[in-house]
């Protein structure tokens, strides 16, 4: 090998460093470009009205996005009361059996389960409870984001269970607790705020998830609250309306984008504070 | 007596040695001590069940997709056989299914996403990993990273239609091709941003297992910062940074929202990367719901099958090659 100058070294070393600072902050740029100008696009329509109205048709002034709304937390709120207990009960399994074969290969299908796209949960769902139901309805949608939750959720259930030192069960068991009340009076108070933080996550996966509700949920222009019927949620109308042709309906779009994103950031900071305060790793 | 009773049911063995008051209160309490610790037991007992069942029930979901999904697209598996994945022309009006637009439209725009993401990614990742672990700036930027993937993909899609077409069409225009804007080339810009996170937490956490002494006896040599990242660190992590890369491209292959949005949606080859086309993922969210006939739905749903099979096996690659990189 030839021997290089020190100086063209110490060049070469600067020069990539450089380029590998210019590199790492050029992702932020598009985030940045994103955010701002959602926030650009949507503040202006964001107001009490937006917030309370259905959509108007197109050429009224002055719809909102109420039945988005309130199809969005129906449906998160019913999948998190499938996927929470699930998922938890799941992740307990795995943090308590770690050499078992069954234990083995759930783990795998949890892993499997992670990377599945959206859109096959979605297909998945409408042969599952679609079909059967003989119609589109909001807890298909539901069960098709509960799927998507739960594979986070076992996940940060069973780090944040192997986290635990195994003195603190063994003194339970010590005194005589049974298995069930050893879990559920130390094992998950100890690490709840762990769970929490993947709860938290995981809802605010699946609040943006639009794919699995295309062929589920569906949509609905009208504000509805019967979960076995057609539901809107922020994804689905902001899909909708940003295809269409209409410039009030892209307006109404801009705004859901900036009232999602908001829900989505916020879910993600509070995740972060959990995690800050209780010094969780996830 | 009062103890004893505040501590009963807890287990079976120390029950014969309580002494058991013959008095008609006493031989009372000791049943209702008994009956207590059978419950706890039993409660147990369910409970254990109830884990397995639910360890079980993860395995059932995932042989479940697997099985739903073979099971419908068997009509399209018999009528259209194996040339089904290389026919070149998709027009379900006069009956003729071809997979091949939407195959190559997906690996197209994913591995062109790929190739944009990478340098970004692992710059992230060196950048966090090696020159700047801890501070406020580094704080910032891991954040920064993070929640690029918590963006929602529908709006990336919008983002994408509102400023990132009217861009590619000036672009087209420029070079001279039909100046469309949505197309191959954009859904690849915004899948590339999507996907750096990926890569880059997950580099980040392997360049930060390097054991220090390997650096240290590097620098000990007379190596520059420079020499060590690229003679050290990265032949000491390619594995795992490999694998970053496979779960980058597994999300890639799947992303629907955002790609469905900017790609154009026509089912013919696409002809150059700036030309529009569909993913097998958003022909689906397409026309999932018009398909009208049997065959029709069933041609979809063996998309979604590949779609399915092909993220299975690129997840489990890289799962194996993170678990034995961080095991050694």
């Not at chain 1, 499997?112 to 589109?136: D, R």
Request: with cysteine.
């Amino acid at each position: 090998m030839e021997i290089r100058s020190v100086k063209y070294r110490i060049g070469k070393n600067y020069g990539f460093k450089a380029l590998v600072t210019l590199f790492a902050f050029a992702c932020v740029i598009p985030l940045l470009f994103i955010l701002f100008f959602i926030l650009k696009q949507g503040i202006t329509k964001i107001n009490w009205h937006f917030l309370v109205n259905v959509p108007k048709p197109v050429g009224e002034l002055g719809g909102g996005i109420a039945n988005a709304l309130v199809g969005s937390i129906l449906i998160i709120f019913f999948s998190s009361l499938i996927a929470i207990p699930i998922g938890v009960l799941a992740g307990i399994y795995l943090s308590e059996n770690r050499k078992s074969r069954l234990a083995y290969w759930s783990r795998l299908c949890v892993d499997i389960l992670q990377g599945v796209p959206s859109i096959v949960i979605g297909i998945v769902a409408y042969f599952w409870i679609v079909k059967p139901l003989g119609g589109f309805s909001a807890i298909s949608g539901s069960i098709a984001l509960a799927i998507m939750m739960l594979p986070i959720v076992v996940r940060s259930t069973e780090e944040t269970l192997k986290l635990l030192p195994s003195s603190l069960q063994e003194a339970a068991f010590a005194l005589g607790m049974p298995f069930h009340r050893v879990i559920f009076k130390v094992v998950l108070p100890v690490g709840i705020s762990g769970i929490l933080s993947g709860v938290m996550l995981s809802i605010a996966r699946i609040t943006g998830e639009t794919a699995p509700l295309l062929f589920t949920a569906f949509g609905n222009p009208y504000l509805s609250f019967n979960i076995g019927k057609p539901m809107q949620s922020l994804p689905l109308l902001i899909f909708n309306y940003a295809t269409s042709p209409y410039d009030d309906w892209k307006d109404l779009a801009w705004g859901a984008s900036l009232v999602l994103l908001l829900w989505v950031l916020l879910l993600n900071i509070f995740t972060k504070l959990i995690t800050r305060k209780w010094k969780v790793q996830l | 007596m009062d103890t004893s009773v505040k501590n009963a049911g807890i287990t079976r063995s120390d029950l014969p040695l309580r002494v058991i008051h013959s008095t008609p209160e006493g031989i009372a309490k000791a049943k209702n001590r008994i009956r207590r610790s059978f419950r706890q037991i039993r409660t147990e007992n369910v409970f254990r069940q109830t884990l397995v069942i639910v360890g079980l029930l993860m395995v059932i979901l995932v042989l479940g997709i697997l099985l739903t999904l073979v099971v419908q697209s068997l009509p399209s598996l018999k009528t259209l056989g194996p040339k089904y994945l290389w026919g070149k022309v998709w027009d379900p009006v006069q009956d003729v299914y071809g997979a091949l637009p939407f195959l190559v439209g997906t690996l197209l725009s994913s591995f062109l996403a790929l190739i944009i993401s990478i340098p970004f990614s692992l710059a992230v990742a060196i950048w966090l990993g090696e020159y700047y672990p801890k501070g406020w700036l580094p704080n910032f930027l891991k954040n920064a990273v993070e929640l690029i993937a918590a963006v929602p993909s529908v709006i990336y899609g919008f983002w994408g239609l509102a400023v990132l077409v009217p861009i590619v069409r000036n672009l087209e225009i420029r070079l001279g091709v039909s100046p469309i804007g949505q197309g191959i080339f954009t859904s690849s810009l915004i899948l590339a941003i999507m996907i750096i996170p990926y890569a880059a937490s997950l580099g980040r956490s392997m360049i930060q297992l390097v054991p220090s002494q390997l650096k240290e006896a590097a620098f000990g040599l007379g190596a520059t910062r420079w020499e060590v990242i690229r003679s050290v660190v990265l032949p000491y992590t390619k594995s795992g940074l490999f694998a970053g890369i496979l779960l980058s491209l597994g999300r890639a292959l799947g992303e629907t929202m955002a790609v469905t949005m900017v790609i154009g949606n026509t089912s013919l080859m696409p002809k150059n990367i700036f030309a529009p086309g569909n993913t097998m993922a958003s022909v689906i969210a397409n026309e999932f719901t018009e398909a009208d006939k049997p065959v029709y739905v069933s041609a979809l749903i063996e998309l979604g099958l590949v779609l399915f099979l092909v993220t299975v096996v690129i997840n489990l690659i890289g799962k194996k090659i993170i678990d034995r990189f961080t095991h050694d």
